[in-house]
């Protein structure tokens, strides 16, 4: 039996784009997330930051890349570079299908996770705010779970159990041929740290900027450790931490620029 192209599943919502594109929804699970990504990236901003703007060569590697949000809204300004879009959870899915239904030529998808050792990968998944699918053994920020909730206005299904393949980040840009990384994206739910642990100072000095989400949603994670790591690599680190992030949802922003680039 034949699989179906991505492209002609039918999808179940769509949400108009600031820029002409549309997101389209495989599930009527993904629309709270969907409404809160969309939001969060196309008309707040988030990550528009002065010093962080793309180019139309620079290349992207987004990491926790999700339904593709982020890849729609950077894909138009690199128009003659191109997005890598890292996710090893079923939101791939989408990703692809708003790639091929937008039309968009510059994004390449590779389906894993990205951790400090390849090998297999236990995914908790959430069907109804995959924004926050972490590795199994974490737990989520209470009152994030929450305020997931209230965005619900009813209990949620229970996250589930997957498989998948982990690989390093220099397995990643072996991939993709990339010289430079001109901005590297990443927003995993803790795994930044396995991330960073897992990447030599000869891996990081093909990167020239990162916007990080960060997570202490286990016993291990401290903001810290990731600001020492990227300044041993050779950047220059700002830390965004606004105090409702930092005591209910348990997260904050990493703004990391090489500091001489090569």
């Known amino acids: 039996m034949t699989t179906p192209d991505v492209a002609d599943l039918p999808f179940s919502f769509s949400i108009p784009l600031p820029g002409g594109k549309t997101f389209y929804g495989l599930s009527p699970h993904q629309l709270v997330s969907a409404r809160f990504l969309s939001k969060e990236i196309f008309v707040k901003g988030y990550y528009g930051r002065p010093g962080f703007e793309c180019s139309p ?30 996710e090893p959870s079923s939101a791939m899915d989408t990703l692809q299908y708003n790639v091929r239904r937008n039309s968009i030529n510059n994004v390449r998808a590779f389906r894993c996770a990205v951790g400090a050792e390849a090998g297999p990968f236990e995914l908790l998944e959430y069907p109804e705010f995959n924004g926050v699918n972490h590795r199994a053994g974490f737990t989520p920020s209470p009152w994030g779970q929450f305020f997931i909730r209230v965005l619900h206005r ?22 993709t041929q990339f010289d430079r990384v001109n901005l590297l994206k990443i927003d995993c739910e803790g795994g930044e740290y ?69």
Do not use: Y
């Open 57 to 86: 060569g620079d290349r992207v590697i987004d990491i926790g890349a999700n339904m593709g949000l982020f890849a729609l809204w950077v894909s138009p300004q690199v128009e003659h570079g191109e997005v890598v879009c890292v």
């Open 154 to 175: 009813r209990k949620v299904l229970p996250p589930v159990r997957v498989e998948c393949e982990c690989r390093t980040l220099e397995s990643v840009l072996q991939e």
């Open 194 to 262: 396995d991330i960073l642990a897992g990447a030599s100072n000869d891996v990081l000095r093909h990167i020239d900027r990162i916007c990080m989400e960060f997570h202490e949603i286990h016993k291990s994670h401290d903001h810290r450790i990731l600001i020492r790591r990227l300044e041993e690599a050779g950047f220059q680190v700002t830390v965004e931490r606004p105090w409702f992030d930092r005591l209910f949802l348990k997260t904050g922003a990493i703004w990391a620029v090489r500091k001489e680039r090569r």
